[in-house]
């Protein structure tokens, strides 16, 4: 892909950056995950219920995110598949 295919609308750009968008927000939701989870820890100290919370849901809201962030991505390039098929272009996965 070149510079000049940002604004020529002939070939698909979304498909391509699905994949690195997914990899950045799954980073990004790992990395908070760890901050809140040493947060709770932390939190034990000063309150212990509050801090106990924050531990638990970390550890059950992270996979979750980590799962709706993957169903997210694969429903987004299904759509763009599903599109060029439709339209008989170039399947996106050979982009």
């Given amino acids: 892909m070149e510079f000049g295919d940002l604004f020529s609308f ?4 979304a498909p391509t950056i699905i994949k690195p968008l997914y990899w950045i927000g799954l980073v990004l939701i790992v990395l908070s995950g760890v901050i ?8 034990l100290f000063s309150h212990f219920m509050m801090g ?3 531990m ?5 809201v992270v996979p979750l995110s980590v799962l709706a962030l993957r169903i997210a991505a694969e429903v987004s390039l299904a759509v763009f598949e599903i599109q060029d098929r439709m339209t008989g272009g170039t399947p996106t996965s050979q982009i």
Wanted: aromatic letters at 30%; hydrophobic letters at 55%.
């Fill in 36 to 43: 809140f989870f040493f947060s709770g820890f932390f939190g």
């Fill in 10 to 13: 002939d070939k698909k750009i």
């Fill in 52 to 54: 106990l919370w924050t």
């Fill in 56 to 60: 638990i849901s970390t550890v059950i």
